[in-house]
């Protein structure tokens, strides 16, 4: 009888250990699911990023060149205009 408890309680021992390292392996799994999650989100961020920089480098550069290409025309245009009297 001490012999099959003896057996029976290390076949419980290794049960419970067997559910704790299944329990650890499905939380090592949801936390490498988090990681990649935040992986995805932060690389969507980076990329909407670089979206509004290029943008607004657009925008900006157009801010400051239509102005001069105004003047330019309107150089040329008064030019053009007093050369022919």
């Given at each position: 009888?001490t012999?099959?408890?003896?057996?029976?309680s290390?076949?419980?021992?290794?049960?419970?250990?067997?559910?704790?390292?299944?329990?650890?392996?499905?939380?090592?799994?949801?936390?490498?699911?988090?990681?990649?999650?935040?992986?995805?989100?932060?690389?969507y961020?980076?990329?909407?990023?670089?979206?509004?920089?290029?943008?607004?480098?657009?925008?900006?550069?157009?801010?400051?060149?239509?102005?001069?290409?105004?003047?330019?025309?309107?150089?040329?245009?008064?030019?053009?205009?007093?050369?022919?009297?």
């Amino acid at each position: 009888m001490t012999i099959r408890s003896a057996n029976q309680s290390h076949a419980d021992t290794q049960v419970q250990t067997l559910k704790g390292l299944m329990k650890l392996q499905l939380r090592v799994r949801q936390l490498s699911d988090q990681v990649q999650q935040i992986q995805k989100e932060q690389d969507y961020l980076r990329q909407l990023e670089d979206d509004f920089h290029r943008i607004n480098h657009s925008t900006n550069l157009w801010i400051f060149l239509w102005p001069v290409l105004r003047s330019l025309y309107v150089v040329v245009y008064v030019v053009s205009f007093t050369s022919a009297w």
